[in-house]
C-alpha cells in the first residue's frame, strides 16, 4: 500500500515534471514564433509534443509554425488531426479554419471551401472565416472561368486551325483544277495550232502531183489519137493540094524584059 501511494506520488511528480517542461517548451515556441524565428519555435513546439502528445496547444502552435514554413502538407495534416480529435467546438472551429488557410495555400480550392464551412458549423460567428469562405469561392469561380476560356480557346483555335486546313485543301484543290484546266486548254490550242499550220503548209505529195501535171499533157485516148492523127493527115494533104496548085500556076512562062 505504502509503495502504491510512493509510485502514485512518483507519477505524479513526473507528471508535474512533464507539465512544466511542455508549458516551457510551448513558452520559449511563442517567443521565437513572434520573433519570426519559425524554425527554432517549430524545435521547442516539437519537444512540447513529446512531453504531452495530446497537448491542444502544442500541436495547434506546432501546425502554424508549418504554415509559416510553408510546409503545407504538415501543417494540413496535424490540422486535420487536431479537428478530427477534439470535442471541443471552438477547438474545432479554429482548427478547420487554419486547414482552410492552409489549402488555400495550396491552391485546393474546393476543399479549403469545405473546411471553412466546417469551421462554420462549429462556430457560426466567425467573420473571419466567412470572409475567407467568400473569398475562397471567389477565387474557385475565377479559376473555372479561367479553364473555361482557356478551353474556349482551345477550341476554337482547333476549330480555326481545321477551317484553315480545309481552305488549304480547297486552295490546293482549286489550284490543281486550273493547273489542269490550263494544261486542257494549252494542249487544244497547240492541237489547233498545229491543225492550222498542216492546212496552210502545202502537201509535197500533191505539189509533186501538180508539178507532174504542169510538167507532162494530159494522156490521151487511143481513140482520140487516132482521130487527131486523121485530122491531121488530112490537114497535111490539103495543104500539100494547095502548095501543088499554086504552084502550077505560078509557073506560067518566063517573064522577059521588055526593050
Known amino acids: 500500500m505504502k509503495q502504491f501511494v510512493l509510485f502514485f506520488l512518483i507519477s505524479l511528480q513526473s507528471i508535474y515534471v512533464f507539465a512544466q517542461q511542455e508549458k516551457k517548451a510551448i513558452y520559449t515556441g511563442n517567443q521565437l514564433y513572434q520573433q519570426q524565428k519559425y524554425p527554432e519555435a517549430e524545435q521547442y513546439y516539437r519537444q512540447s509534443v513529446e512531453k504531452s502528445q495530446t497537448s ?35 477547438v474545432k472551429a479554429q482548427a478547420y479554419h487554419n486547414l482552410g488557410n492552409t489549402l488555400l495555400e495550396s491552391k485546393k480550392l474546393e476543399e479549403s471551401i469545405a473546411a471553412y464551412k466546417k469551421s462554420l458549423l462549429n462556430n457560426p460567428k466567425d467573420d473571419e472565416t466567412r470572409y475567407n469562405l467568400a473569398y475562397a469561392q471567389e477565387m474557385l469561380k475565377k479559376q473555372q472561368q479561367k479553364k473555361d476560356n482557356k478551353d474556349n480557346d482551345k477550341n476554337n483555335k482547333q476549330n480555326q486551325d481545321k477551317q484553315d486546313k480545309n481552305n488549304q485543301q480547297d486552295q490546293n484543290k482549286d489550284k490543281k483544277d486550273q493547273d489542269s484546266q490550263d494544261k486542257k486548254n494549252q494542249d487544244q490550242q497547240q492541237k489547233g495550232d498545229d491543225n492550222k499550220q498542216n492546212k496552210n503548209q502545202p502537201n509535197s ?54 526593050w
Open 205 to 258: 505529195d500533191q505539189d509533186e502531183q501538180g508539178e507532174q501535171k504542169q510538167e507532162q499533157p494530159d494522156k490521151l485516148s487511143k481513140e482520140d489519137a487516132e482521130r487527131m492523127l486523121e485530122a491531121l493527115n488530112h490537114e497535111e494533104k490539103n495543104t500539100q493540094d494547095k502548095l501543088k496548085n499554086k504552084k502550077a500556076k505560078g509557073v506560067k512562062g518566063r517573064i522577059t524584059k521588055d
Open 56 to 90: 491542444i496547444e502544442g500541436n495547434f502552435n506546432l501546425g502554424d509554425a508549418f504554415y509559416k514554413q510553408k510546409k503545407y502538407d504538415d501543417a494540413a495534416k496535424k490540422f486535420t488531426d487536431i479537428a478530427s480529435s477534439s470535442d471541443d467546438k471552438h
